[in-house]
Every structure is written in structure tokens, then in C-alpha cells.
T-cell receptor, first 117, second 111 residues
């Protein structure tokens, strides 16, 4: 079946502009995650959505970052007034749900490569 | 000190050889452990979970050492297609989704 999709695949923007990144999770997956990965670094957790629960926004680096998930499916990550340090690959992942034994498998989208000039 | 540390490599290994690398974690309360594989400019994909007793999946063997707080990945009979970055991932608490990701170990298999 279809995997996680993200758009755009690449985004170049000027400092100070707003950007929107989109994620389409795997159908039926109730959990959705946003991460970012800077060059040569591990993944940095940003935000987590689970079903209809309030999202965990504890990883968002500043109030310029926000995310929504509409209808329990598609999610949009918005970065306002972009800065050069926001340049990274933004990855979205989805999973079925947490299991009693711990985290379940996360399936990643191909990412959006954001470059802020 | 980083919560999850890995040797960035690269490990340059001839095809057919055995290679192993470790990952150390700082939170002794960690409960879940994984190895993910990430190809160049691609998304991470789950390679295998790591269980307390150790586990094997074909040519890949994962081990957990709670006393010394590290996990290991061993690849036998390495193939050119094993070339990738291997990410160590640790779950800080039981049933917690906030995984801590290592920066990865780059592996290059040479013909």
C-alpha cells in the first residue's frame, strides 16, 4: 500500500518568510510524528499526534513552529518567519499506535529538505 | 554528554567481512531499543528492535548490555547493499514514543 508522503520534497525560502510542510500518513495510522534532521545529526523530535488527544508539542524549538492535524489524517507543519538555522530535513512518520510493550514501528516519509537563504 | 552516542565512522569494510558497532545511552531507565538504517538522502527505516536477550535477523545480530548501557549491531558476511548509516534509537521510558536518536554510524562496504 501507499507509504507516508510529504510535500514539497524541497523548499527554498528567504529568511523571514513562512513555510508550510505537508504530511500524508499511512491510512489507518493514528499516530503521527514530526522530526527534523540537520546534516550529520540524529533526528530531533518536534511534535506528536495520537488520535484525538492533544498533541505533544514539547519538542517544538520555538513559538515560530506550529503543527495541525486535520481529521486525524493529514498534518501540516508551519514555520513562521524562517531563520537560517531552520534549514534541515523535516521528516514525518506515522505508526499504528503505542503498544503495551513500548513504541511501535514508525514509518517515515521521504522528508522535506528546507533551505532558508 | 549526549543521551545517545555513536561513533560517526565511516567504517570502511571489505565485502564479506564482519563488522560491529556500538551505541551508548545515558538514561539507565531506557526500555526500548532499535536500530534503524538510513540510506543517503533517504528516510530512516527500521532494521530491527533490540531485545534484552539479544536477537538475530539473518546476517544481523543485535545485543543489549544494560549494565554498561550500550547496544550493539553485528553484521556478518557484509554486502555492498549494507552501505548506509545505522541509527541507534533509544526509548527513554516504557511505552514512551519520544525516542532519542543517535546521529548514526556510517558504514561503507567496499568490493
Amino acid at each position: 500500500g501507499a507509504g507516508v508522503s510529504q510535500s514539497p520534497s524541497n523548499k527554498v525560502t528567504e529568511k523571514g518568510k513562512d513555510v508550510e510542510l505537508r504530511c500524508d500518513p499511512i491510512s489507518g495510522h493514528t499516530a503521527l510524528y514530526w522530526y527534523r534532521q540537520s546534516l550529520g545529526q540524529g533526528l530531533e523530535f518536534l511534535i506528536y499526534f495520537q488520535g484525538n488527544s492533544a498533541p505533544d508539542k514539547s519538542g517544538l524549538p520555538s513559538d515560530r513552529f506550529s503543527a495541525e492535524r486535520t481529521g486525524g489524517s493529514v498534518s501540516t507543519l508551519t514555520i513562521q518567519r524562517t531563520q537560517q538555522e531552520d534549514s534541515a530535513v523535516y521528516l514525518c512518520a506515522s505508526s499504528l499506535a503505542q503498544t503495551a510493550l513500548g513504541t511501535d514501528t514508525q514509518y517515515f516519509g521521504p522528508g522535506t529538505r528546507l533551505t532558508v537563504l | 554528554r549526549k543521551e545517545v552516542e555513536q561513533d560517526p565512522g565511516p567504517f570502511n569494510v571489505p565485502e564479506g567481512a564482519t563488522v560491529a558497532f556500538n551505541c551508548t545511552y545515558s538514561n539507565s531507565a531506557s526500555q526500548s531499543f532499535f536500530w534503524y538504517r538510513q540510506d543517503c538522502r533517504k528516510e530512516p527505516k527500521l532494521l530491527m528492535s533490540v531485545y534484552s536477550s539479544g536477537n538475530e535477523d539473518g546476517r544481523f545480530t543485535a545485543q543489549l548490555n544494560r549494565a554498561s548501557q550500550y547496544i550493539s549491531l553485528l553484521i556478518r558476511d557484509s554486502k555492498l547493499s549494507d552501505s548506509a548509516t545505522y541509527l541507534c534509537v533509544v526509548g527513554p521510558r516504557f511505552s514512551n514514543y519520544q525516542l532519542i536518536w543517535g546521529a548514526g554510524t556510517k558504514l561503507i562496504i567496499k568490493p
